[in-house]
Structures are given as C-alpha cells and as structure tokens.
C-alpha cells in the first residue's frame, strides 16, 4: 500500500497516519485532511496551538463541497485524541468498516438505573453521562456467528429528558430531550437507535422529540432517517485546554464561574480550542 504525504506531518498527524497504516487503510493527505476514498470520508486533523485551532474546521463552503462529492467529514482534536483515545478510535472503526457488527433484532430493550447507565456512558461516549430522567439499553439476547455473546451488559444506551413546555406556532407541547446515545467501543449496533426510540416513544408518548448531533462527527444523517427534521444549528464552543493534562473547559463555564475574561480563566500556557457546535433536529409526533 503506498499514501501520499504532500505536506509537512505533525506529530498529531503522524501518528494517525500510523494508526490508518496499521489498519491498511489507503488515504491522502492535503493539508490536515486526510481523504480515505475507499469509505468517502474526509478527516480533519487539529492539532492544539495552531491556527486551525481557533477557526471553525473546514469552513461551511469547504463542507458544502465535501458533501457534494459525497464525502463524510469528521474532525478531530488533538486534546479528545491524547485523553480520550479509546473512544476516538472505537469511532473511527467504525466509520472504517472495522468494528463488529450486531443487529438491534437480536436485541431486547430494557430499563436501567442512573449507575449502570453513568457507568457505561463514561466509557463509551465522548461526553460522558449526564443527568437524566429515563435510562434505556439494548441486551444482546440472540447470539450470531459475528457477535456469539449474551452479556448481562448492555450493548448500547439511550437516555432522556423529562418533558419541557415549548411553544410551538402557537401551541405549548410537551417537548423531551434525547440527550445522550451510544453503543459499546468497536460495536455498531445497526437499528439500535431507532429500536431504543421506539421503545421510549411506546412508553411515553411524546408530543416532540428534540436532539442534537455533534458536528464534528455527524450531519445528522441517522436522525433524518429516523424521521427527524432538521431544526437549526448551535454556535461552535470555545474551550481553554490545559497544555499538560489536555483537559479541556468551556470559556462559557470559566466565565460563570471567574467573571467576564478574567486572567484566573487561563492557566499558565494555556490552549484555545473552538468546536464546530451542533446541529439541532426535532420530531414531532401525534400524540397529545
């Protein structure tokens, strides 16, 4: 297999050219995107203390261009790579045709409590847990030549919101928040979101459905497919990132909590980081 480097690699960058390599994934680099046209995707390196850093990665045009020529883009930072490396990669083997694949059908959806659901989003997403009111997963119940377990632990996991008033056109519905999905590292779970939605939307009844899709990863495909229509975009965030632990804090959060710029926000050295943001998608359903 031979890639092509037509720039200057950085360390961030060498070392997910060796990790593409050691999966013999073929890729070339122009820039700090890396394009892997065997599964159309795009990846978008940033690494910290740039200027890339501090501008929203790939610009909206750029994106626009890529979704034309029907590319998928992902983005990468340099922090998320450094502290949570797992999560990335399980990600991006997935994306990559790399993961294991199990089939929501052999699959039962069950309740689980605030510990188990805590536990298990720590490990697997990239936000972590969340509070919450009602906690969902799916248990692999039927084993097949790719997945032969049946685990007591859960394969993936949904949580939502209680119900919020929203006004919408004039009418004031009761609006739930999904807040948080995710499936086990190095596992698809193919109809797994949908089989988790429909179990929840069977039990509570709700007049909408609002979620957010990371925009670093997703256009919100999944969503549409699920009946969801899209609804807006959320501002990129800011963040400080700390240059030793790579841990990373929102401006926002620092502001609440030091005042309006104050020189207590930064540390030392520190690193600013900005996002994409999100993009929003709601579903409205009959029920009232």
Same mark, same amino acid.
């Given at each position: 297999?031979?890639?092509?480097?037509?720039?200057?690699?950085?360390?961030?960058?060498?070392?997910?050219?060796?990790?593409?390599?050691?999966?013999?994934?073929?890729?070339?680099?122009? @820039?700090?995107?890396?394009?892997?046209?065997?599964?159309? /995707?795009?990846?978008?390196?940033?690494?910290?203390?740039?200027?890339?850093?501090?501008?929203?990665? %790939?610009?909206?045009?750029?994106?626009?261009?890529?979704?034309?020529?029907?590319?998928?883009?992902?983005?990468?930072?340099?922090?998320?790579?450094?502290?949570?490396?797992?999560?990335?990669?399980?990600?991006?083997?997935?994306?990559?045709?790399?993961?294991?694949?199990?089939?929501?059908?052999?699959?039962?959806?069950? /309740?689980?409590?605030?510990?188990?659901?805590?536990?298990?989003?720590?490990?697997?997403?990239?936000? @972590?847990?969340?509070?919450?009111?009602?906690?969902?997963?799916?248990? %692999?119940?039927?084993?097949?030549?790719?997945?032969?377990?049946?685990?007591?632990?859960?394969?993936?996991?949904?949580?939502?919101?209680?119900?919020?008033?929203?006004?919408?056109?004039?009418? %004031?519905?009761?609006?739930?928040?999904?807040?948080?999905?995710?499936?086990?590292?190095?596992?698809?779970?193919?109809?797994?979101?949908?089989?988790?939605?429909?179990?929840?939307?069977?039990?509570?009844?709700?007049?909408?459905?609002?979620?957010?899709?990371?925009?670093?990863?997703?256009?919100?495909?999944?969503?549409?497919?699920?009946?969801?229509?899209?609804?807006?975009?959320?501002?990129?965030?800011?963040?400080?990132?700390?240059?030793?632990?790579?841990?990373?804090?929102?401006?926002?959060?620092?502001?609440?909590?030091?005042?309006?710029?104050?020189?207590?926000?930064?540390?030392?050295?520190? /690193?600013?980081?900005?996002?994409?943001?999100?993009?929003?998608?709601?579903?409205?359903?009959?029920?009232?």
């Amino acid at each position: 297999m031979s890639n092509y480097y037509p720039g200057i690699l950085n360390t961030f960058s060498l070392e997910f050219s060796n990790f593409l390599n050691q999966l013999d994934i073929e890729f070339k680099l122009q @820039g700090n995107l890396f394009f892997i046209d065997k599964f159309k /995707l795009a990846i978008e390196i940033v690494e910290l203390n740039t200027p890339e850093s501090m501008a929203i990665p %790939v610009e909206n045009h750029d994106k626009t261009e890529l979704s034309l020529i029907g590319y998928k883009h992902i983005t990468l930072y340099e922090d998320e790579w450094r502290t949570k490396s797992e999560i990335i990669t399980s990600r991006l083997l997935i994306n990559l045709g790399k993961s294991r694949t199990v089939f929501a059908r052999n699959c039962e959806v069950r /309740l689980i409590d605030s510990n188990t659901a805590k536990k298990f989003l720590n490990w697997n997403h990239l936000l @972590g847990h969340t509070a919450a009111s009602y906690y969902y997963a799916l248990f %692999v119940v039927k084993g097949t030549e790719s997945f032969p377990e049946i685990s007591a632990e859960p394969i993936a996991v949904a949580v939502f919101s209680s119900p919020r008033p929203m006004n919408r056109d004039g009418e %004031v519905i009761s609006s739930y928040e999904w807040v948080r999905y995710a499936s086990r590292r190095g596992v698809r779970v193919a109809g797994g979101m949908g089989k988790l939605m429909n179990c929840f939307i069977k039990e509570h009844s709700p007049q909408e459905i609002m979620s957010y899709a990371d925009r670093d990863w997703s256009e919100g495909d999944v969503y549409k497919k699920l009946g969801f229509r899209f609804a807006g975009y959320t501002p990129p965030i800011d963040f400080v990132v700390n240059p030793v632990t790579f841990e990373r804090v929102s401006i926002k959060k620092l502001r609440r909590k030091f005042g309006e710029d104050s020189p207590e926000m930064y540390e030392e050295n520190a /690193l600013i980081l900005r996002n994409r943001g999100n993009l929003k998608f709601l579903r409205r359903l009959s029920f009232s």
